[in-house]
């Protein structure tokens, strides 16, 4: 495991939380809005530089094996300047490409889009890893609920990232988002059940980019 930035704590649970989420729930607030950029054009997260290209809404047909549904779908062209593989997408893993994405969405158009996938693509190829410094087209899935209404257009915020020293677990150091600020609120982990004061990064964000969504 990477080390993380810790706040400790003498007898709460403490996480380190994504806050991939944290848009829905106004944990974003407006005074975090960044710069606007136009589709296409690069924004340098420190990590990635990206660009945002559009979006599109997919309908997977039902099969003998999975059941049918909607996906919300970001296209993005993403370079990896670092010199490690980084995973387009892991869980809640802060350095993963699909957790440094946060789409602004309003309540009056149902139930938030949840992010599910992300992957890259070349050729007929499909991956969940960015190589260094090779230009990848990544498609990040959110999947709808039946009573969402997608918007014309949706708004993505990109998170900045910085590097962290090298630690005992990893000589190399890692990766986490720059922080603009950390907010705490008890939670109940829903895979152990254990409630505990829970430390939340509120990350940079390094752009607005407002995609038009085709059909």
Request: proline share 6%; hydrophobic share 40%.
């Amino acid at each position: 495991m990477r080390p993380r930035a810790r706040i400790a704590a003498s007898t709460a649970l403490v996480l380190l939380v994504g806050a991939g989420a944290l848009w829905l729930s106004g944990g974003l607030r407006a005074a975090d809005t960044p710069r606007s950029v136009r589709p296409g054009r690069e924004v340098d997260q420190h990590l990635f530089r990206t660009r945002l290209v559009g979006a599109h809404v997919a309908v997977l047909a039902k099969t003998k094996f999975t059941a049918g549904r909607r996906l919300l779908v970001v296209n993005a062209w993403v370079v990896n300047p670092t010199r490690e593989t980084i995973a387009t997408h892991r869980g809640d893993d802060h350095d993963a490409f699909s957790q440094g994405m946060f789409l602004r969405w309003q309540a009056r158009n149902g139930p938030a889009p949840r992010l599910v996938d992300a992957q890259g693509i070349a050729g007929n190829t499909l991956f969940h890893s960015l190589q260094p410094r090779l230009p990848t087209y990544v498609a990040v899935q959110y999947e709808l609920a039946a009573n969402t209404v997608v918007p014309d257009h949706v708004t993505v915020a990109l998170a900045r990232y910085e590097h962290a020293g090298a630690g005992v677990l990893d000589p190399r150091g890692y990766w986490e988002w720059e922080a603009r600020r950390y907010e705490k609120k008890n939670e109940t982990d829903p895979l152990t059940h254990k409630s505990g004061r829970v430390t939340r990064i509120i990350p940079v964000l390094a752009a607005d980019v407002t995609l038009p969504v085709r059909r």
